[in-house]
C-alpha cells in the first residue's frame, strides 16, 4: 500500500506553495500550469536562472544532496513534488518528515533501479518483455544466448535517452558489454529484443482519493535514442489504444502512484503490449496535452498532488508533438518570424511553439517543442518535413 494511501483527505487549495526538486523544463511548465490556478512555487536546483526558477516565485540554488538546503524546501511549501526520479535518498526521507510529499518515497525506490521497476510491473499482472539479471559476464552469455542476439543490457539505475544500455548484436560483444557497464557499480539487467512494430506511451494519473484518469496513447519516434516526435492518436486499432490505456491505469493503481505516471510500451506486430519503463513525473511524450486536451499533463499533476478532482483527459484536437534539440534552434530562428510558420492555412496546421529558458542549445539537448494541431497527422507530419527544421537531426 502507498504511503500516502493515508493522506486521502489532506486537500492543498489555491493560494498554496508548491515545492519542486528540480528546476528544469518540467518543473518549468508545472509551475507555469499551477500559476494559472493560483498557486506558488519554489524550486531546488544547482544551475543558476534554471528555466524553473525563471518562472517560480523563489529557487533556492543549491545541490541536490543539500541537506540545509531542502530544510528550507520543506519550511517553504506546503507540498513537494519532483520533476525527475533521481532524487538522493536522505534528502528524500529528510522531506518525508519534515514536509508534505504525497508521492512519497516507494514508489520512487521502485522506478529508480530497473530491476524492482520490472517485478513491480509483473505483480501489477502487466507483462514486460522477458529479463535477467547479470552479475558476471558469465550470466551475461547465458542470458544472451537463451534471448538470442540482438538483446540489450542495462544498468540498472541511472541512465536516460540510450544512456548506460548497451546492444549487444553478437556473443563476441558480451565481455567488452560487460566490462564497460559494470563500471556504472550497479546492478545489470539484460532484456530480451522486442521486435516491436510501434512504441507507445500512456501518462495516467492518481490523487490521494484514488481518483484516476489516463490520457490517450501517444505513438512515438525516437531518433538517436531521444524522443522526435508524439502523435496523438496514435496510429493504432482503437481496442489497442484501450487496452494500453487500462494497462497504465492498472500500474498506477497497483503501485500506489499519487500524481503523474509515464508507461513506455512496444507494440508487436501480433498486437502483444509490454511495459519497457516507467516514469513517476511528467513526461515528454505528454507534452502533446497542453494545447490538444482539455486539461494539460502538467495541470493533472498539480491537481492529483495537491487532491484537487482531476481534470478531463479528452482530447480536442489531432496533434503531434516534435522536439527541438539545441541544433535545431538556430533553424527554427531563421523561420518563426514567417506569416505561414505558425499557422499553415494550405496544410491546415497550427503550431504551438514551447522553448525551455536553457542558455546555452548544446546538440542533442531538449531546448524546448512544438504542438503541431492539426485535422489530421498526416498533415502535421507533411509540415515537419517541409520547414528543414529537423533535416539534420
Known amino acids: 500500500m502507498s504511503e500516502a494511501s493515508n493522506l486521502s483527505g489532506k486537500v492543498i487549495k489555491p493560494g498554496g506553495t508548491i515545492g519542486i526538486l528540480g528546476g528544469g523544463q518540467l518543473g518549468r511548465m508545472l509551475a507555469l500550469a499551477g500559476r494559472n490556478m493560483g498557486y506558488r512555487f519554489v524550486t531546488l536546483d544547482p544551475t543558476d536562472d534554471a528555466p524553473c526558477g525563471q518562472v517560480a516565485d523563489e529557487q533556492i540554488q543549491a545541490d541536490f544532496d543539500d541537506v540545509k538546503a531542502a530544510r528550507k524546501l520543506a519550511t517553504l511549501s506546503d507540498v513537494i513534488t519532483y520533476e525527475f526520479e533521481n532524487v538522493d535518498a536522505h534528502v528524500t526521507n529528510i522531506l518525508m518528515n519534515e514536509s508534505y510529499v504525497p508521492q512519497g518515497s516507494e514508489l ?85 529484443f522486442i521486435h516491436f512494430d510501434k512504441e507507445l506511451s500512456v501518462i495516467a494519473a492518481r ?103 482531476l481534470g478531463s483527459t479528452e482530447l480536442l484536437s489531432p496533434v503531434v508533438m516534435v522536439n527541438l534539440l539545441g541544433e535545431h534552434i538556430v533553424p527554427l530562428q531563421e523561420l518563426i518570424d514567417r506569416p505561414d510558420f505558425l499557422e499553415h492555412s494550405e496544410l491546415g496546421v497550427s503550431a504551438k511553439v514551447h522553448l525551455y529558458g536553457k542558455k546555452e542549445a548544446k ?18 507530419l507533411t509540415w515537419i518535413e517541409q520547414t528543414g527544421i529537423w533535416e539534420s537531426k
Not at 170 to 179: F, I, W
Not at 257 to 262: K, P
Not at 363 to 380: C, F, Q
Request: a negative charge; glycine letters at 6%.
Open 363 to 380: 546538440e542533442k539537448r531538449k531546448m524546448g517543442h512544438i504542438n503541431l494541431l492539426t485535422s489530421d497527422v498526416a498533415k502535421a
Open 207 to 309: 490523487s490521494p482519493r484514488g481518483e484516476v484518469k489516463a490520457f490517450p496513447a501517444a505513438e512515438n519516434i525516437h531518433v538517436h535514442n531521444i524522443l522526435h516526435q508524439s502523435i496523438v492518436p496514435a496510429r493504432i486499432p482503437a481496442q489497442v489504444q484501450k487496452e494500453a490505456e487500462e494497462l497504465a491505469v492498472r500500474i498506477a493503481e497497483s503501485l500506489g502512484v499519487i500524481g503523474l505516471i509515464a508507461v513506455e510500451l512496444f507494440l508487436t506486430k501480433d498486437g502483444q503490449l509490454y511495459v519497457n519503463e516507467l516514469a513517476p513525473r511528467p513526461h515528454n511524450s505528454g507534452h502533446y496535452t497542453m494545447e490538444a486536451c482539455r486539461t494539460s499533463q502538467f495541470e493533472q499533476h498539480v491537481r492529483a498532488i495537491c487532491n484537487l478532482p
Open 108 to 192: 520512487l525506490y521502485t522506478t529508480q533501479h530497473r530491476l524492482r521497476e520490472k517485478r513491480a510491473i509483473e505483480a501489477a499482472g502487466v507483462p514486460v518483455a522477458p529479463y535477467a539479471e547479470i552479475t558476471s559476464a558469465a550470466d551475461l552469455r547465458e542470458a544472451a544466448e537463451r534471448f538470442g542476439t540482438p538483446c540489450v543490457l542495462k544498468t540498472a539505475t541511472g541512465g536516460y535517452d540510450g544512456k548506460g544500455q548497451w546492444v549487444l548484436r553478437s556473443l563476441d560483444e558480451v565481455d567488452e558489454a560487460y566490462e564497460t557497464l559494470s563500471r556504472a557499480k550497479t546492478e545489470l539487467v539484460l532484456e530480451q
